[in-house]
Nanobody, 121 residues
Framework: VQLQASGGGLVQTGGSLRLSCAAS????????LAWFRQVPGKEREFLAA???????HYRDSVKGRFTISRDNAKNTVYLQMNDLRPEDTAVYYC????????????????WGQGTLVTVSS
């Protein structure tokens, strides 16, 4: 499956963005989907994941600010990000895996190309 992330950009502190990740090649209806982010020089970190039954899991630091959702009919996963802070500046990646959603980066077999989010202070 190929994943294409989009929706990044420049936003002021306190602003919002919605990232999208469209899958192609095959359906992801049976895949767990997740979002990660990476700052240059740091490890890629887990943000949120959603199961096939739409149960969700979040990194503590984004709970209450970020919301992951999926539209199986569109083969797309979203990340709604509110109350953005300068420390949210990073390249954001979507990913897919079979089975239950987990935070481990090595468990995901398909990755999008990343979309840059910059939050100005």
């Amino acid at each position: 499956v190929q994943l294409q992330a989009s929706g990044g950009g420049l936003v002021q502190t306190g602003g919002s963005l919605r990232l999208s990740c469209a899958a192609s090649g095959r359906t992801v209806i049976n895949s767990a989907l997740a979002w990660f982010r990476q700052v240059p020089g740091k490890e890629r970190e887990f943000l949120a994941a959603i199961s096939t039954s739409k149960s969700t899991h979040y990194r503590d630091s984004v709970k209450g600010r970020f919301t992951i959702s999926r539209d199986n009919a569109k083969n797309t996963v979203y990340l709604q990000m509110n109350d953005l802070r300068p420390e949210d500046t990073a390249v954001y990646y979507c990913a897919a895996k079979t089975g239950y959603p987990m935070p481990g980066i090595k468990l995901y077999h398909s990755w999008g190309q990343g979309t840059l989010v910059t939050v100005s202070s």
